[in-house]
């Protein structure tokens, strides 16, 4: 219940919206999971507690800065000629599956059955999709109406520009409108042309923005914020704040921006902070104050309650515990296969992590490296002989006679809604094109598996002798005897470190690279603290620049500095 404390109704906010991301809910095709932290419907039950209205989004593209855009990753292999988000019959029949799994399970949250889901949105920003596949938007409405009824509202959000209205909307739909600045009137009066009749709606207000790996943190003006807010209030529209509260791309949520080919590859931070009125741990800004401000002018506003509580364990010195190239790390946490050609992490059933391809030269000659997503790392005999980026492609290296390793680390699945068409494996992770030895293909490759996805897995000790040269996947672990206090959150500063994955009580707090910067801290909500008693245990998987030591501090930071040569 740690969400009540995000502010929304002390601001004068009645309504929240929130996505469905497919991919969370269905990782594995078939297997439906709500468990846990994915959740959706206590989190329903607790908006009905708390009198809050909620807008749903279930895509079934979210965008949002999200892994893959909500994709499940799955769906790459499903056919060779899948076009996402159009009518064709492999990608539609997927996208129908899942809502039938879905939106019967939604129908009593909805509003005419006493819940308070008051709307759901059909796709999303549609009309900035090239394809404009009307055949597509009328079977999901279809399907929607077919399934919840003729009592709810569906609508739509584009941009206030002709051609994406055109393309991304329905008249059987209510669409709205999103933008940050620019004159409201000229907006709201274009959406008013794609409906009969209605309230003004901007669905998608900024006061804030997304942030990438080694690129400045982006800051909105409070005060611009503020007065456009007072603007459309006045005006008598409708405001969804994007992002109201962002919070943390825990895990492997976080996707990238980016084109087919790669060559503008962009992964979003950990953090999807985004500047908002309340910051990454949910706490009020003094953009909040003037948010709320603006909002007592037009409706109630309540007392705020205070921000949680942060707390400083300070110090936890890493000890260096092996490789996950050791055997007695995949035993535990990965597992192993065979591909004659390499195959994608996608191909060889996971989604994000690393692969660790292996294969025996026996000659000297040269390599070539064709494409690797999104960054791989070349052994020769457990030495490091060269580091590709996500953007290089066709790389060559002179080999000698030795067993050769290519790791490759997943930064994330493109989630720009318009790439998602053509060739399915211009998306997919890990080698993605022939690897070549004196032109000829290198084929019959051992493969490991490592998904990474939390650190509950490693149990057994192996100690390693940090004299060693520091090789890439190599694991650090570190404990304090304090215990873990769930009632208070913390940040998990990796100054000092390169780039890898960090794990707070085994749970994948997400990615650190604070070698491109700007995020430095990572954010460990309290409740994953674990039980009562438990002691502080922070796991490292390290690909570039170990430290001795992590600091567990109450202050984040977000605005570090940044070096995009890093991407």
């Not at 078939?30 to 989190?43: A, E, I, N, W, Y």
């Not at 509202?153 to 991304?168: A, E, F, R, S």
């Not at 007592?296 to 490789?323: E, F, H, I, L, Q």
């Not at 790389?395 to 720009?416: F, Y």
Request: charged content about 20%; aromatic content about 10%.
């Amino acid at each position: 219940k740690q969400w009540y404390q995000r502010r929304v109704r002390a601001a004068g906010f009645n309504t929240v919206q929130t996505y469905i991301p497919w991919n969370q809910h269905e990782p594995v095709k078939g297997q439906v999971d709500f468990s846990g932290r994915k959740d959706l419907f206590s989190f329903l039950k607790l908006c009905s507690e708390l009198n809050i209205l909620v807008l749903l989004r279930p895509g079934p593209f979210i965008a949002a800065e999200f892994e893959f855009g909500g994709f499940p990753s799955w769906l790459l292999t499903e056919s060779k000629t899948i076009s996402f988000r159009t009518s064709e019959p492999v990608y539609l029949k997927n996208v129908l599956t899942w809502y039938s799994e879905l939106l019967p399970m939604l129908v009593p949250y909805l509003y005419h059955n006493g819940g308070p889901v008051i709307g759901l949105q059909v796709e999303n920003e549609y009309g900035s999709n090239p394809s404009c596949d009307k055949v597509y938007l009328q079977a999901l409405t279809q399907h929607f109406r077919a399934t919840l009824g003729n009592q709810i509202l569906l609508y739509t959000v584009d941009g206030p520009g002709k051609h994406m209205l055109d393309c991304g909307t329905l008249p059987e739909l209510y669409n709205t409108v999103d933008f940050g600045g620019g004159n409201i009137t000229s907006h709201f009066d274009m959406q008013a042309k794609y409906n009969q009749g209605g309230p003004p709606v901007n669905t998608e207000f900024y006061p804030g923005w997304l942030s990438h790996w080694g690129s400045k943190f982006p800051s909105h003006s409070r005060t611009a914020v503020a007065k456009k807010l007072d603007e459309m209030l006045a005006y008598g529209a409708s405001i969804n704040m994007y992002m109201f509260h962002g919070g943390s791309n825990f895990g492997y949520t976080s996707g990238a921006k980016g084109n087919k080919d790669a060559t503008n590859f962009a992964p979003h931070t950990t953090s999807y902070d985004y500047d908002a009125p309340l910051n990454e741990a949910g706490d009020t800004t003094l953009k909040y104050w003037d948010i709320r401000e603006v909002n007592s002018k037009y409706v109630p506003v309540a007392d705020v309650p205070k921000n949680s509580t942060k707390k400083s364990y300070g110090r936890v010195d890493m000890k260096y515990w092996g490789s996950i190239l050791n055997e007695s790390f995949i035993s535990q946490c990965g597992s192993k296969t065979k591909n004659v050609h390499p195959l994608s992490l996608e191909e060889n059933k996971q989604t994000n992590g690393v692969a660790v391809y292996s294969k025996d030269i026996e000659k000297s000659g040269t390599l070539m490296v064709g494409k690797v997503r999104d960054r791989a790392y070349l052994l020769l005999d457990r030495k490091l002989i060269l580091t590709i980026k996500g953007k290089d492609s066709n790389v060559s290296i002179g080999l000698t006679p030795g067993r050769l390793e290519i790791i490759v680390l997943s930064d994330g699945h493109i989630n720009t809604g318009h790439v998602h068409m053509d060739d399915p494996r211009n998306y997919m992770k890990g080698i993605t094109e022939p690897v070549l030895y004196d032109s000829e293909p290198l084929l019959n490759w051992d493969v490991t598996l490592l998904p990474l996805d939390d650190m509950s897995c490693l149990q057994k000790t192996e100690q390693g002798s940090r004299d060693q040269p520091f090789l890439p996947g190599s694991v650090y672990i570190g404990q304090l005897a304090k215990t873990c206090d769930s009632t208070t959150d913390t940040f998990l500063d990796t100054t000092g470190w390169g780039k890898g994955v960090t794990y707070f009580q085994t749970i994948n707090l997400g990615r650190h690279w604070p070698l491109a910067g700007p995020q430095l801290t990572l954010y460990a909500p309290g409740p994953f603290c674990g039980e009562s008693d438990s002691k502080i245990t922070v796991h490292m998987v390290e690909f570039e620049k170990p430290a001795d030591h992590v600091t567990l501090t109450d202050e984040s930071n977000l605005r570090g500095p940044i070096d995009p040569s890093q991407l």
